[in-house]
Structures are given as structure tokens and as C-alpha cells.
């Protein structure tokens, strides 16, 4: 029973360190992700990844970038909003 508590804890904890996407509407009113990179486990490149996990071979354009952090804490609020490209179709 113990092993299987530190298991789903390790779980849990690893879950809370990965970059999070979520489909919002953009300033033009079109279909944008909001990516979350907040943990001090986590640095831009993560946000880069999963950005490109989202949108995958058609690329993104990075609409806007924001990171906070507060002083005397180990906390990290970082962000990114992306719009995947169109698909160019094919001649």
C-alpha cells in the first residue's frame, strides 16, 4: 500500500511539471493556445515544446510572451500565447 501511495504521489508531482495548453479566442477573434509554463521546474524551452506539440508540423506564430516572478519565492508564472499556422495547400 505504501508503494503505490509514493507511486501516485510521484505521478501527481510529475503531472504539476509539465507545460499545460489550453484553446482560448485570440485578440482576432480566431482560435489561439494559451501555454502555461509556471513552475520553477520548467524554463522556456518546455513552453517552446509544447507549443510545438500543439500545433506539430504546420508551426505557430508566438503572439505574445509574458514571465513573471516574485521576489524571495521559488515561483515562476510564465506564459505564451500562440495561434497554430494554416496549412498551405498543396499545388
Known sequence: MKKLFLICLALAFLAGCAAK???VIGPDG???YS???SSEFLS???CLAKASQ???AQGYTNKFS???ATPGFWV???TML???EQEQPRK
Do not use: Y
Open 82 to 84: 500562440i495561434k497554430c
Open 21 to 23: 495548453a489550453t484553446p
Open 30 to 32: 480566431t482560435q489561439h
Open 44 to 46: 522556456w524551452s518546455d
Open 66 to 68: 509574458n514571465e513573471n
Open 76 to 78: 515562476i508564472d510564465r
Open 54 to 56: 500543439v500545433c506539430g
Open 35 to 37: 501555454i502555461d509554463c
